[in-house]
């Protein structure tokens, strides 16, 4: 062979090297689904939502169903129930049991349970009541140091679940008995004390912003932040050579936002106003959403909740992590025991009491935290706050008990469950639990 033909073939099989290295790149080469989601335009997308389904991802679309249904049912039974006043006080009294739901959901996606959230915030409104009232303390110091006393009874219920090793469904039981029986203590024979009339917590529930820039531009902030921190992240992602969404994406979504923000405005500025109270629960469920999805803390914490002994064994101190998480559900419920005690301008003996404690665990559940830990969102006390609230508010119009409500409330309750039991098993059964 000549020295022309050697090269030739040597060159011919230096080619065939070159692409059959190709091939076999090509072969290895992972492409992320969500890129071939955004290449199919709205069709990928609703691939994408009916894969989701099937596999048991199913997000908040029940609880948003629910609601469009309950709405649609008690508006066909009583017109006033989608009116600004209805609405308006439903969204106030929501944020009582959101509050609260949203500590729920920290102790949730550990796995555990809380018990004693109702007797914390029944004690914690009888601290301020007795500082503030019969003892006179200034009521910015008293709500302060009752929030505390709240927070300090949670860390309390961490430290023997998460150093003694007592089972927290069992600790917070005690809570229960014992922060009930502080509280009655606390109140003495008169087991009443009325709050100042035009004081701090009593604005809580009774004030609103009147001028109708307010609640429009509350509205308008929710959106621009919302537009700004998604084109930030995907700016980021970008920079990193990761997926991220295109901007008519991140466009669609916050007009999806947009819509019921500036609906949820107008209603607010055909009533009173812009409530206080929305405006601090909902500071507070972006707050903790922040917390839970983009800090280091959140991340511990769903680990913490996903496997607690692989999260011990990855260096995260799990019994800190527990009782963290334990001191914010003391400390939520506090704050949402203010909102009880605004709602009436007094702190008695049926604080805390009643149907408190499982409406808040419900709100949660409904809401779509699991009660097998490692899933959930604070969004979703604020969505399970609003179901539970909703049909409150629908069967007060119509006239019917208590007792038919929470036979309701307890059927949509076993209802979540139910799905988040279904969802995981779907989930399991293709491989994405």
């Known amino acids: 062979m000549t020295t022309g033909e050697e090269a030739a073939t040597e060159s011919a099989a230096a080619t065939e090297t070159t692409e059959t290295a190709g091939k076999a790149t090509g072969a290895v080469t992972v492409v992320d689904p969500r890129l071939l989601v955004r290449q199919q335009g709205f069709k990928g997308y609703l691939n994408e939502l009916v894969r989701r389904v099937r596999t048991g991802e199913l997000g908040s679309i029940p609880v948003v169903v629910g609601l469009i249904i309950i709405a649609i049912v008690f508006q066909a039974q009583d017109s006033a129930f989608l009116s600004a006043n209805n609405l308006s006080d439903l969204f106030i009294l929501s944020a009582g049991t959101g509050l609260i739901a949203v500590g729920i959901v920290f102790v949730l996606i550990l796995g555990e349970i809380d018990l004693s959230v109702g007797s914390v915030s029944g004690m914690s409104a009888a601290v301020l009541a007795v500082l503030n009232i019969n003892k006179g303390m200034d009521e910015g110091l008293a709500l302060l140091l009752a929030i505390l006393t709240g927070m300090a009874a949670g860390a309390l219920h961490g430290f023997f679940f998460a150093k003694i090793g007592v089972p927290a469904f069992v600790v917070t039981l005690a809570g229960l008995l014992g922060w009930n029986g502080l509280m009655l203590q606390i ?222 409330t307890g059927a949509v309750l076993l209802a979540a469950v139910v799905i988040d039991s279904v969802s995981r098993r779907t989930q399991k059964t293709a491989g994405r639990a």
Do not use: H
């Open 187 to 408: 109140l003495g024979p008169s087991g009443t004390i009325n709050l100042d009339d035009d004081g701090i917590v009593a604005k809580l529930t009774n004030y609103y912003f009147e001028d109708k820039a307010a609640a429009m531009g509350l509205a308008t902030v929710g959106v621009l932040a919302f537009l700004g921190f998604s084109l930030l992240d995907a700016r980021r992602r970008k920079a990193a050579q990761v997926p991220c969404r295109p901007l008519s994406e991140i466009v669609l979504r916050t007009v999806v936002l947009a819509v019921p923000l500036y609906a949820a405005a107008m209603v607010f500025n055909s009533y009173k106003g812009l409530p206080l109270a929305v405006v601090i629960f909902l500071g507070i469920v972006v707050l903790t959403d922040f917390v839970l999805r983009r800090t280091t803390y959140g991340r511990k914490v769903f680990a913490v909740g996903g496997s607690s002994e692989a999260a011990g064994r990855a260096g995260i101190n799990v019994p800190m992590i527990r009782i963290t998480v334990f001191s914010i559900a003391g400390t939520m419920a506090a704050i949402g025991g203010m909102f009880y005690a605004s709602q009436i301008n007094a702190a008695n003996q049926s604080s805390g009491a009643g149907s408190l404690l499982m409406n808040c665990i419900a709100a949660a559940v409904i809401g779509g935290t699991s009660l097998f830990g490692g899933r959930g969102k604070t969004w979703s006390a604020l969505l399970g706050a609003l179901v539970i609230q909703s049909i409150n508010s629908g069967m007060a119009l119509l006239g019917t008990g208590s007792a038919i409500r929470d036979m309701i």
